[in-house]
């Protein structure tokens, strides 16, 4: 017998939270595709993960490289704690989660081509992702406050 997941108890509105914690696979897909351009153009061999200091002082594809290779290496760092309090926060407030999540996956696209270009302070055009980011979890923090208190 199937079973329809808005009798879970799920809000319509649920399935924003899922487009825009879905919608992170086309954020790693780009990096990745940045990552590997900038590994080929600095001619960084597999399995090295950045170019060494010197490297990347001598060339600027180089440079641009480690610059691609942060910028997702730190979206990765944040992206698992970034799902769970979308999803959790976005099972009592769907649109806000929602709407954060998506505000956060644009932050990390404007971050990750200006930190690509190889000048890594223009990352900071795309700082807003981190006040997304201090929404969700806000987000999922009240929402297990609520939950433990019996108001949810």
């Not at 399935?15 to 595709?33: D, K, P, R």
């Not at 890594?120 to 201090?134: C, D, E, I, S, T």
Request: glycine share 8%; hydrophobic share 45%; proline share 3%.
């Amino acid at each position: 017998m199937a079973t329809n997941i808005l009798s879970a108890g799920l809000s319509p509105d649920y399935g924003l939270v899922a487009l825009a914690a879905s919608s992170t696979f086309f954020l790693n897909l780009y990096q990745t595709i940045l990552v590997a351009k900038a590994r080929k153009a600095a001619k960084i061999e597999y399995p090295q993960l950045y170019a060494e200091r010197a490297e990347a002082a001598a060339n600027k594809d180089a440079y641009k490289f480690n610059c691609a290779q942060r910028a997702h290496q730190n979206t990765l760092e944040v992206q698992p704690s970034v799902l769970f309090g979308l999803m959790f926060g976005g099972l009592r407030y769907p649109k806000l989660a929602a709407s954060l999540g998506f505000t956060w996956l644009v932050g990390r696209f404007v971050y990750t081509y200006f930190y690509a270009s190889g000048e890594p302070k223009k990352r900071n055009y795309g700082g807003f992702h981190a006040l997304a980011f201090l929404g969700i979890m806000g987000t999922s923090i009240y929402s297990a406050w609520e939950l433990y208190m019996g108001r949810w």
